[in-house]
Structures are given as C-alpha cells and as structure tokens.
Nanobody
C-alpha cells in the first residue's frame, strides 16, 4: 500500500508564500510523476503543477511564474514553492502520485488527503 503525506498548508496574506511538501511511502519501485491539484469549494479539482521522474514540469496558466515544483526522486518527495499568493489560490491542495509501480508490478495512481491553503486579501 502506498501512502502520501502532505504538509505545509496554512493561512497567509495575499502576496505571501508557502512551501508544500508531499512524501510517498510504502512498497514503491518507481513513480512516473507527482503533482499538486487544487479544489476550491463548489469547484472541480484542477491542475496546479506536475513533475515527472525525469524532471519535466507542467504548470497551470494561473500558477506559471509564481509557483515552482521540484522533486527529490530518492526520497519520493515533491515540493511546491508558492509565491505571490492570491485569494483565488485558496482551496484544498491535493498531492497525486501517478504511475506508481509497486511489488505487484502494476501501475496505479494515488491521492493524498489534502492540505488547506487559505489566502486572505
């Protein structure tokens, strides 16, 4: 079984910064990509940023230039540095691990429980 542990959310004023972390643990042989998704109340879950095992990154148009995603492949951990935060960044931020290969040699995706980010104006 694979577990994702997220940390780093909180309450911050507009213009502030937060650093989110997500560590994957369990019987993991490899992970294809990890990323962050945001869900605001009453809205669909949407992409914030993703990074592949090879270091390729993808950002949403709203976070490009303000957020930076990095990964420690050895620790199966992904980080999201969020700068110049805006009230519209508010929501539960979920970590996702994609294409996780475990002892069964099958690929599966996993989600974390989510961490709340609230940006006040």
């Amino acid at each position: 079984q694979v577990h994702l542990a997220e940390s780093g959310g909180g309450l911050v004023q507009a213009g502030g910064s937060l650093r989110l972390s997500c560590a994957a643990s369990g019987a993991i042989f490899s992970i294809k990509a990890m990323g962050w998704y945001r869900q605001a109340p009453g809205e669909e879950r949407e992409l914030v940023a993703t990074i592949t095992g090879a270091g390729s990154t993808k950002y949403s148009d709203s976070t490009k230039g303000r957020f930076t995603i990095t990964a420690d492949v050895v620790k199966n951990t992904v980080y999201l540095q969020t700068n110049s935060l805006k009230p519209e960044d508010t929501g539960v931020h979920y970590c996702k691990a994609e294409g996780v290969v475990g002892v069964d040699w099958e690929e599966s995706d996993y989600w974390g429980q989510g961490t709340q980010v609230t940006v006040s104006s």
